[in-house]
């Protein structure tokens, strides 16, 4: 079984840089294809980015130019490099990992806050 656990959350303010950790255990992330969510209060989840095993990247286009996805093999570990940030990037930020024969095992971590104030 996976386990993934987020950190790196907190306040910041607007126009300022945040990262976002995600580390895993029981999986090896560079054989998952890994995505970042986020949900909002009130809002439902929306997905922010994904990178694939090979390495491909996307993201949404509300964090398009100012989010970058990343992964420390060695570490096991996702991350998401949040610069620029608006107050609307406000949320609970998840990282999602679906790993295995076509993808079909899928774990999430429980999520960090990240809020950032005008």
């Known amino acids: 079984q996976g386990t993934l656990v987020e950190s790196g959350g907190g306040s910041v303010q607007a126009g300022g840089s945040l990262k976002l950790s995600c580390a895993a255990s029981?999986?090896?992330?560079?054989?998952?294809?890994m995505d970042w969510y986020r949900q909002a209060p009130g809002k439902e989840r929306e997905w922010v980015s994904t990178?694939?095993?090979?390495?491909?990247?996307s993201y949404a286009d509300s964090v398009k130019g100012r989010f970058t996805i990343s992964q420390a093999n060695a570490k096991n570990t996702l991350n998401l490099q949040m610069n620029s940030v608006k107050t609307e990037d406000t949320a609970v930020y998840s990282c999602?990992?679906?790993?295995?024969?076509?993808?079909?095992?899928?774990?999430w971590g429980q999520g960090t806050q990240v809020t950032v104030s005008s």
């Open positions: 990178i694939t095993s090979d390495g491909t990247t």
């Open positions: 999602a990992a679906a790993c295995g024969f076509l993808y079909l095992n899928h774990y």
């Open positions: 029981g999986v090896i992330i560079r054989y998952c294809r």
